[in-house]
Nanobody
Framework: QVQLVVSGGGLVQAGDSLRLSCVASGRTFSNYGMGWFRQAPGKEREFVAAISVRFSTKYYADSVKGRFTISSDNAKNTVSLQMNSLKPEDTGVYYC????????????????WGQGTQVTVSS
């Protein structure tokens, strides 16, 4: 089992920045792909970003490329999502996820999910 605890989120204005963090526990952190998803009101959950903890390979949804950065701190079993130049369309509940590979995350599959955190971007 992997437990994921999310922190961060909140209400910001368009153009502002936010940082989300996810602390993993329960199994060897470096064995997993870690990622972030989001779900806007009335929409399906969508992939945002993923990172291979072991190889630091990163993947992003086209909608966030150049604005969001995913990173991991292996010593702290933490994956973070730095979100810059936020837009109202970034509003949603953000979820941390872990999977056997980043490939799984990119196609929307995860073995473990953290609790969601609300991100609201006002215009």
């Amino acid at each position: 089992q992997v437990q994921l605890v999310v922190s961060g989120g909140g209400l910001v204005q368009a153009g502002d920045s936010l940082r989300l963090s996810c602390v993993a526990s329960g199994r060897t952190f470096s064995n997993y792909g870690m990622g972030w998803f989001r779900q806007a009101p009335g929409k399906e959950r969508e992939f945002v970003a993923a990172i291979s903890v072991r190889f630091s390979t990163k993947y992003y949804a086209d909608s966030v490329k150049g604005r969001f950065t995913i990173s991991s701190d292996n010593a702290k079993n933490t994956v973070s999502l730095q979100m810059n130049s936020l837009k109202p369309e970034d509003t949603g509940v953000y979820y941390c996820a872990a999977a056997a590979s980043t490939g799984n995350l990119v196609v929307g599959t995860a073995g473990y999910w953290g609790q969601g955190t609300q991100v609201t971007v006002s215009s």
